[in-house]
């Protein structure tokens, strides 16, 4: 009977609610005198309406100006939020007029504001405090405030602020303080005097936001901060033209995934913090300093953890080191920095330790791949491809001790396979190091104590296969060491080097030079490698086969009667552990790359006028490790179906459009920079956009055009059969079921073979 009760009472409830639940109208020439529930008896103030309105009201607001501070006072149910809307979208348009707020829950729960446009509030555009809960702040334009939109106090969580385009505030776009489970989707932040996202966990840490698809751009500080907070989720988001993309203070267990962050000066910035967080499958690119700077001490305990990323064309690609432990760098592809990847420590401010760099691709970068600094420790460099370097090393070490560099393949570079200053304790252990312009292994400054075991070093051009300087001792057993330019080992000065089990046929100067010490056995035959393996494997009947000896703890595990010479075990799967797969998942839909022409449309969609900036952006990419001609470029004509000026920004030189409608805006793709044109309307009122056209002055070729959500699902695709050149045209609006939303189109012009990097 009691559950009988129970249920009839929550009945009775359900259906109070719904016979209480009404529909309520404000516009500018209303009156607060009337009831509201039509047009005709419509409210005047908006802040009347919110003092009435309860669970499952709508309160519908005309366009116009609404000059007050409107404060919610009624929570809604979880099955019957409040709802505040505007007739259209950024029609209504509350002007705080150096009130504190536009709009104001304090305690509130369960409400929706969507569609207006709120400026100039003394403290933030829409500010939410103490247990408000479970709102939802969707499609609105915050300008022109001191923060955009403010979450405060422990309890205000699980709020959602998705599609608004927040700009222009003084202080953050989003200011987040104290405040645990929000969630931040699908927002454009642009040009905020401060900063894109703060989360501020000062005295009480805030925790656990999710950070989903936004485009924040441009906002003259950061991109999005964090400061004593933890426990956040970082996917999608394109944040680009900060001082710093990502900040960090006092800040751990973080997954930052799938992001595209360029042309900051730094792309990621701790300052402090970053225990446990992941760093992973992330496009870092083109940033003036850094793609990663992470020094200062990690808050917090755990391995930090950069894997899978894309880095290339920033000054320095990683930077870390002081104070920084326990960290894994794994499965990147870090190509055309500068600097490729850097680790080290410093006297004064504390050393780091215990650093694992492995399988990654570390090529092309100007002045080294990897180096090692002072005061680092334990460093374990493992399974890498290391080649290509413009100017300098592949492997730089100027390290205190333990330096582990083994399995790696170090070739092509324009100095040194690796050099070693000092470092002493350094092992260099199963490495295939060849073709770089001058030495494959150079040790300096009493680099004491090296051990050079199982290498393959071969074909360095114009140096020996190993050179110890000043002084440096070591040993040396079990290495192939073959047809180097000059010897294969020179040993100058008065270290002690211990030569064993290597074979050193072929090298034009001569197998050795200098006071070595022969520990026997050392032969000097070709050793017959296997053309399959790239001639970098012995064959089964080659004479380094069986002739090693056994290193305890190095060589273990063998097949034979005794360890072969080399690198590698005969027989062996050639580099079976090397050459990962990296990149984004599904980064702002899919990145691609080595392709004639990449155009990428970001649309909105939008039922109604739109009244803010950073609208659509292009960006043209092309990879100048190609070289193209004007007959396999051509010039690419792009055509938006909008009606007013346009901004186009190429390289910080703007260049402007004022052609109503704007029918085409023309570049020239050979005489793009490397990495981006952005567009952007300047002007207000975006009328629809239904249509995507493009004028192809290209000889007959296949194009595809394909259009993405933001998290990269395909939802249309339209594949080119010999296109013409000539005018060709992709419409939206035949797609019936697309929802107004913002989307990824891109147009590929596919000439032979290109990579596709998912």
């Known amino acids: 009977m009691r559950n009988f009760l129970s249920q009839i009472i929550f009945f009775i409830l359900i259906l109070n609610n719904l016979s209480l639940a009404e529909n309520y109208y404000v516009r500018t020439n209303g009156s607060n005198i009337l009831n509201g529930t039509s047009w005709g008896q419509a409210w005047k103030t908006i802040g009347y309406a919110a003092s009435n309105a309860g669970p499952g009201d709508v309160v519908t607001v005309s366009n116009g100006i609404y000059n007050e501070q409107v404060s919610v006072k009624s929570n809604g149910l979880p099955d019957n939020y409040i709802i505040f809307r505007s007739l259209q979208r950024n029609g209504s348009i509350i002007n705080a007029q150096s009130r504190d707020y536009g709009f104001y829950l304090d305690g509130i729960s369960y409400s929706k504001i969507e569609g207006f446009k709120i400026k100039k509030a003394m403290n933030a555009g829409i500010f939410l405090t103490n247990v408000s809960e479970t709102n939802l702040i969707v499609k609105n334009?915050?300008?022109?405030?001191?923060?955009?939109?403010?979450?405060?106090?422990?309890?205000?969580?699980?709020?959602?602020?998705?599609?608004?385009?927040?700009?222009?505030?003084?202080?953050?776009?989003?200011?987040?303080?104290?405040?645990?489970?929000?969630?931040?989707?699908?927002?454009?932040?642009?040009?905020?005097?401060?900063?894109?996202?703060?989360?501020?966990?000062?005295?009480?840490?805030?925790?656990?936001?999710?950070?989903?698809?936004?485009?924040?751009?441009?906002?003259?500080?950061?991109?999005?901060?964090?400061?004593?907070?933890?426990?956040?989720?970082?996917?999608?988001?394109?944040?680009?033209?900060?001082?710093?993309?990502?900040?960090?203070?006092?800040?751990?267990?973080?997954?930052?995934?799938?992001?595209?962050?360029?042309?900051?000066?730094?792309?990621?910035?701790?300052?402090?913090?970053?225990?446990?967080?992941?760093?992973?499958?992330?496009?870092?690119?083109?940033?003036?300093?850094?793609?990663?700077?992470?020094?200062?001490?990690?808050?917090?305990?755990?391995?930090?953890?950069?894997?899978?990323?894309?880095?290339?064309?920033?000054?320095?690609?990683?930077?870390?080191?002081?104070?920084?432990n326990d960290c894994y760098i794994k499965y990147n592809k870090i190509y055309r920095n500068k600097y490729g990847l850097q680790v080290s420590g410093s006297v004064i401010l504390g050393d780091g330790e215990d650093y694992y760099i492995t399988g990654n691709e570390i090529c092309s970068n100007s002045v080294y791949g990897i180096r090692i600094g002072e005061y680092i420790t334990n460093v374990y460099i493992k399974s890498n491809l290391i080649h290509g370097t413009n100017q300098g090393y592949g492997i730089y070490l100027k390290s205190f001790d333990d330096v582990s560099i083994r399995e790696n393949r170090i070739y092509n570079n324009k100095q040194y396979g690796i050099y070693a200053?000092?470092?002493?304790?350094?092992?260099?252990?199963?490495?295939?190091?060849?073709?770089?312009?001058?030495?494959?292994?150079?040790l300096t400054n009493l680099a004491t104590d090296i051990r050079i075991f199982n290498n393959t070093l071969s074909g360095n051009k114009s140096g020996d296969g190993v050179l110890w300087l000043n002084s440096s001792s070591g040993t040396m057993y079990n290495n192939i060491i073959i047809s180097n330019a000059g010897y294969g080992i020179n040993q100058t000065g008065s270290g002690n080097v211990v030569v064993a089990y290597n074979d050193l046929f072929g090298n034009v100067l001569g197998p050795t030079n200098g006071n070595l010490i022969w520990g026997g056995r050392n032969i000097f035959e070709f050793p017959f490698l296997d053309s399959t393996t790239s001639f970098t494997i012995a064959t089964p009947s080659s004479p380094v086969v069986d002739r090693g000896t056994n290193i305890p703890g190095?060589?273990?595990?063998?097949?034979?009667?005794?360890?072969?010479?080399?690198?590698?075990?005969?027989?062996?799967?050639?580099?079976?552990?090397?050459?990962?797969?990296?990149?984004?998942?599904?980064?702002?839909?899919?990145?691609?790359?080595?392709?004639?022409?990449?155009?990428?449309a970001f649309l909105d969609f939008s039922k109604t006028t739109m009244d803010y900036s950073a609208k659509i952006f292009i960006d043209v990419?092309?990879?100048?490790?190609?070289?193209?001609?004007?007959?396999?470029?051509?010039?690419?004509?792009?055509?938006?179906?909008?009606?007013?000026?346009?901004?186009?920004?190429?390289?910080?030189?703007?260049?402007?459009?004022?052609?109503?409608?704007?029918?085409?805006?023309?570049?020239?793709?050979?005489?793009?920079?490397?990495?981006?044109?952005?567009?952007?309307?300047?002007?207000?009122?975006?009328?629809?956009?239904?249509?995507?056209?493009?004028?192809?002055?290209?000889?007959?070729?296949?194009?595809d055009i394909r259009i993405f959500t933001l998290r990269g699902d395909l939802v249309k695709e339209i594949k080119g059969a010999n296109f013409l050149n000539g005018s060709h045209e992709c419409d939206i609006a035949e797609i019936d079921f697309l929802p107004p939303g913002q989307y990824i189109v891109k147009i590929e012009n596919k000439k032979g073979l290109f990579y596709i990097i998912k």
């Open 421 to 442: 200053f000092q470092s002493p304790g350094s092992m260099m252990n199963r490495n295939l190091i060849y073709n770089n312009l001058s030495t494959g292994i150079k």
């Open 554 to 600: 190095i060589t273990d595990g063998f097949s034979g009667t005794a360890p072969d010479i080399g690198w590698k075990e005969s027989p062996y799967t050639y580099l079976d552990n090397m050459a990962p797969v990296v990149g984004p998942d599904k980064p702002p839909g899919e990145y691609v790359e080595d392709l004639d022409v990449k155009l990428e």
């Open 621 to 703: 990419h092309r990879d100048d490790v190609y070289q193209y001609s004007k007959t396999n470029m051509g010039i690419v004509d792009i055509h938006f179906d909008i009606g007013y000026k346009y901004t186009i920004r190429y390289f910080g030189r703007d260049f402007f459009f004022n052609t109503s409608p704007l029918t085409t805006a023309e570049y020239d793709i050979l005489k793009a920079p490397l990495e981006d044109i952005a567009v952007y309307p300047t002007l207000v009122n975006v009328n629809r956009v239904n249509k995507v056209s493009f004028v192809y002055r290209e000889r007959k070729n296949d194009l």
């Open 141 to 324: 334009a915050v300008c022109s405030n001191n923060s955009g939109i403010k979450i405060s106090g422990a309890w205000a969580s699980n709020n959602y602020i998705m599609t608004n385009c927040i700009w222009s505030n003084q202080f953050y776009g989003i200011y987040i303080f104290q405040a645990d489970y929000n969630k931040i989707i699908s927002n454009q932040i642009v040009m905020n005097r401060y900063g894109g996202i703060m989360t501020d966990g000062t005295g009480n840490p805030s925790r656990h936001m999710y950070i989903i698809n936004n485009l924040i751009y441009s906002n003259i500080s950061t991109g999005i901060s964090f400061d004593w907070s933890d426990y956040h989720y970082i996917y999608g988001n394109r944040i680009q033209r900060h001082s710093e993309g990502i900040f960090f203070n006092n800040t751990s267990t973080v997954t930052i995934d799938s992001n595209w962050i360029k042309h900051n000066n730094y792309g990621f910035h701790f300052n402090s913090g970053g225990a446990s967080t992941t760093i992973s499958r992330n496009i870092i690119c083109s940033n003036a300093l850094f793609g990663i700077n992470y020094t200062w001490p990690a808050s917090g305990s755990g391995f930090t953890t950069i894997s899978q990323n894309l880095i290339f064309s920033n000054t320095t690609g990683i930077n870390t080191g002081i104070r920084v």
